[in-house]
């Protein structure tokens, strides 16, 4: 994508309460197209975002909001999820070690290779997270639907060596099978190679 869109009159309405429902698909399409972009936004597109973040809620309702939404908007709602907890379970060191040890019996797990790098650190997750965004914004979401299904199964792999995480009250397992679930409900079911 090498022009970003986000249609002013579609957020004033959506704001002011008078969007019907053809026109907030049509903005929350344009949301889910400029999202995966969020941190090279011009200044005018980057401040209706906002205006759309902060008049839905917050972050949390604005992914709510384009689940709502078939196609892409879903699509981009739910890897959103995965790649926030990624960016949170990066700073857990019980995740970290049980990751290390994992990649000690299996280097590569099935659907990483090329994506993780040869040690697991703290930014391990962080990273795996900034390359599913980075193939959502080259529009090769496929490619990002299989990077994150390896990744959680990864994450599932390791879960009974990660023991207990303040997850809002939700087992890490459990968790991370609702998040893949999500992801499979909306994109293509491919297993990680």
């Known amino acids: 994508m090498s022009t970003f869109r986000l249609d002013t009159t579609l957020v004033d309405r959506l704001v002011d309460g ?20 969020h941190w090279a936004l011009p200044h005018p597109i980057e401040a209706a975002l906002s205006r759309i973040i902060v008049h839905l809620g917050g972050q949390r ?6 689940d709502r939404y078939p ?18 379970l990066s700073d857990e060191p019980a995740i970290v070690t049980a990751l290390q040890e ?22 391990t997750l962080a990273s795996l997270a900034g390359q599913i965004e980075s193939l959502l ?10 990077l994150s299904l390896a990744v959680i199964a990864m ?17 890490i397992t459990d968790l991370l099978e609702q998040v ?12 990680p190679r």
């Open 18 to 37: 008078s969007l019907d429902p053809p026109g907030e698909a049509a903005l929350a399409e344009q949301v889910a197209n400029i999202l995966p972009f």
């Open 61 to 66: 309702a604005l992914l709510a909001w384009l």
């Open 71 to 88: 196609g892409r908007p879903r699509l981009v709602a739910r890897l959103n999820v995965l790649m926030g907890l990624l960016e949170r």
């Open 102 to 123: 994992l990649r000690t019996q299996t280097p590569y797990p099935p659907g990483l290779s090329g994506y993780l790098p040869p040690s697991t650190d703290e930014a």
């Open 137 to 146: 914004a080259a529009d090769r979401a496929d490619e990002a639907v299989r």
């Open 155 to 171: 994450l599932q792999q390791a879960a009974p060596q990660i023991g207990t995480l303040d997850l809002g009250g939700r087992d």
């Open 180 to 191: 893949r679930q999500d992801i499979v409900a909306v994109g293509p079911a491919r297993q």
